[in-house]
């Protein structure tokens, strides 16, 4: 048996739930990560597009293909942001919103099966561990103790 490190189960399972969100956007017309986008943007004020990257952990390079790919899809618009002259805001179109609906519905699915076989206090303590894990990462205590040889 495998040696499980807490590493290696977080990548082998967000891998797993990659591939299954990527197979599931395929019958959209969609990818994972265009989803998440679109979930990400405000479907009503819209979003500062330089707010896009850091609240979805993503490069801005990367995040530039994907907003230049939405924008051609047509689910997208930039408008200027009315507080700030320099700024821009990221729109969904009448058709982003539709995709962001199907892939919300897509996600809360997802939520509502593993609700079904994972029990609350399972589920409750899972989100615990996630939040310590994080809180650890950016606090910086993961690596910042001193090691001896």
Known sequence: MKDLTIDWALRATWQAVTRMY???AKNYGLTMAIGFTLLSIDSKKGTPSTALGPRMGMEATSLSRILK????????????NPNDGRGVLIHLT?????????SRDVVMQFNEVVGEHVNKD????FFNTMDVINKLILDKKVYNKTTTN
Do not use: C
């Open 122 to 125: 399972d589920l409750k303590g």
């Open 22 to 24: 990527n197979e599931e």
């Open 69 to 80: 790919s939405l924008e051609d899809r047509g689910y997208i618009e930039r408008r200027p």
């Open 94 to 102: 009448a058709l982003g919103i539709e995709k962001r609906k199907e």
